[in-house]
């Protein structure tokens, strides 16, 4: 074996002291050995010489630091979303726009399975005009079969009345969550963990089963490929010894060509245990896998009209703010995995929310402060500056959902939030302004995992239909490079190790069609992604 030398149209570094090279050379461990022109290779001795990219552009891997395995087990359902979407195998869903179109796609579905539950994904009431879609209109599809309907938020789902009853829930069941119409009866839609989860495990939906067996893992890592994207977390997994196994299995493979940091939920065990779990955790990470974080959940979704919200609430819609940890549960389990230095990754949407969160770890710290921690509020969409304030001073990271400004950002203006708080959602320049460590991010499967897509968000805050959210928290577009390469990976304690082209760094690149400072940042998501080339090892989109 023996070092390789890349040649490339440019390669952008994210390195300032070395922004931009031709050649990187990378030893045959898939380590970086030298970075510049064809005279700063060194002295390796006998080097292959590989130009397959000499007309193409180099940039770090990307690094996706929320996302979730679900992206390469969802696809086994049904799409039902708003916009058109690819699978990781390559087909192309549309999307759908009524009622009637979701219910025929589903008794299509019906039709190929034969039998068995009939499952749906991506569908978001705020896109479909009329009466939100209730077990009703499912029972169009069947009476006798479970159809269950997962928003494209993951904190709502819809059932039929099969699904209802098979779950156990009847017009006398008094669970929150669990939602009636104005007459008494079961609506069929339900709200947060405590109230779908009783219907997802019984139809084959569980987020566990939906986790990580190996098909999963292997269409995860085809859909990071496809995108540029060689570390991605899995940013909510119970980590049972099961899906332990499959990951160290999948991930043991030379030709596994993803690093994956599976977050351990703070819902799967007991709270006394989750701290002595994900130390156990840590202590298995290798190359390829790395453990040992915890992801806890507080509120839900903005979208979904779950999250919490500060005065003055919701602007229109119904208010169902829930908490999946309580704020004084928040505060004990926040101090306990601080104390035993575990990095806490928090779900914070609404500003009730990310206020909590900050009050919980101002306790912890100030009780227990430790150096680097690292801890990160994930989504954290609306909160102000005095609460970002409050957040560098905990020097705690932020990572945005910038993704909500194009794909939910009409909605959140005219219905869930109004213009002044749509306006300042997901305030990238205002973090950056005061010095928090950024990162951005899909949520995959809830929107597209696309790390170019995520820095064009970031940089033109334009909706859907065009309208730009917030002009003063654009950031520019080496800053939204930045915080998809090596800002993500320093939200998951990685930036000594991926993130930029440097020498001793892991050889992980995204390789690109187009220059993305030359197609500019209005058509940043028009930069084209041949694949990636992980640990040294090239691997085109679509080769596996």
């Known amino acids: 074996m023996i070092p390789t030398v890349f040649s490339a149209k440019r390669i952008i570094t994210m390195d300032p002291s070395r922004p931009e090279a031709t050649h990187v050379a990378v030893s045959p461990e898939g ?9 700063d290779m060194g002295d390796w001795g006998e080097v292959r010489h590989d130009d397959r990219f000499a007309d193409k552009v180099l940039m770090p891997g990307f690094v996706e630091g929320h996302a979730h395995m679900m992206e390469g087990s969802i696809w086994r359902f049904t799409y039902l979303g708003h916009y058109e979407r690819t699978a990781p195998d390559g087909r192309v869903w549309p999307g759908i726009a009524s009622a009637g179109e979701l219910v025929a796609r589903l008794r299509e579905r ?6 068995g539950p009939i499952i749906g994904w991506g569908f978001d009431p705020l896109f479909v005009p009329g009466e939100r879609l209730s077990r009703l209109d499912l029972d169009q599809v069947s009476t006798t079969r479970p159809v269950v309907v997962l928003h494209s938020n993951m904190h709502l789902l819809t059932a039929n009345s099969a699904a209802l ?17 104005k007459d008494g009866i079961l609506h069929g839609e339900l709200h947060e963990m405590g109230a779908m989860f009783p219907v997802m495990r019984r139809v084959g939906a569980s987020f566990r089963s939906m986790g990580g067996d190996a098909e999963a893992i292997w269409n ?23 899906m332990l196994a499959n990951l160290e299995e999948a991930t043991g493979k030379a030709d596994y060509p ?93 500003d009730g929310a990310s206020l909590a969160a900050i009050e919980a770890l101002e306790a912890a710290l100030a009780g227990h402060f430790r150096p680097d921690h690292r801890h990160v509020l994930q989504h954290c969409q609306m909160a102000d500056r005095a609460q970002l304030r409050r957040i560098a001073a905990l020097q705690c990271c932020v990572n945005l959902f910038a993704n909500h400004l194009y794909y939910f950002g009409d909605k959140h203006y005219e219905v869930t939030i109004g213009p002044e708080r749509a306006s300042r959602m997901n305030p990238c320049a205002s973090a950056l302004e005061m010095g928090i460590p950024l990162a951005i991010h899909s949520d995959a499967p809830i929107t597209p995992l696309a790390p170019l897509v995520t820095a064009w968000c970031a940089v033109n805050r334009r909706t859907d239909s065009g309208r730009q959210l917030g002009t003063s928290e654009r950031i520019g577009l080496n ?32 390789v690109l069609e187009d220059d993305p400072h030359a197609l500019g940042a209005e058509r940043l998501r028009e930069v084209r992604v041949w694949g ?13």
């Open 31 to 39: 380590r970086i050995l030298a970075v510049g022109s064809p005279g």
């Open 110 to 115: 019906a039709a190929e399975l034969g039998d």
């Open 165 to 181: 009853e098979l779950a156990g829930y009847d017009d006398a069941t008094d669970v929150p969550g669990v939602l009636r119409g």
């Open 220 to 242: 995860f890592a085809r859909s990071a490929c496809r995108a540029g994207v060689t570390t991605s977390t899995d940013l909510l997994n119970d980590l049972g010894d099961d």
């Open 258 to 350: 993803l690093r994956l940091v599976p977050m351990l939920s703070a819902m799967a065990l007991p709270p006394q245990e989750i701290g002595p779990r994900a130390t156990a955790l840590q202590a298995r990470s290798t190359d390829r896998l790395r453990l040992g974080g915890v992801k806890i959940v507080t509120d839900g979704s903005i979208q979904g009209f779950t999250a919490q919200l500060l005065e003055p609430g919701y602007y229109r819609g119904t208010d169902n703010r829930s908490w999946n940890i309580a704020p004084e549960a928040l505060r004990t389990m926040t101090d306990d995995l601080n104390r035993q230095g575990i990095q806490m990754h928090i779900h914070v949407n609404g």
């Open 479 to 510: 800053a939204a490079l930045h915080a998809i390469t090596l800002g993500a990976a320093y939200t998951l304690k990685l930036d000594s190790e991926i993130g930029s082209v440097e020498v001793g760094k892991r050889a992980d690149f995204a």
């Open 532 to 544: 990636t080339v992980f640990g040294g090892r090239a691997v085109p989109a679509g080769s596996f």
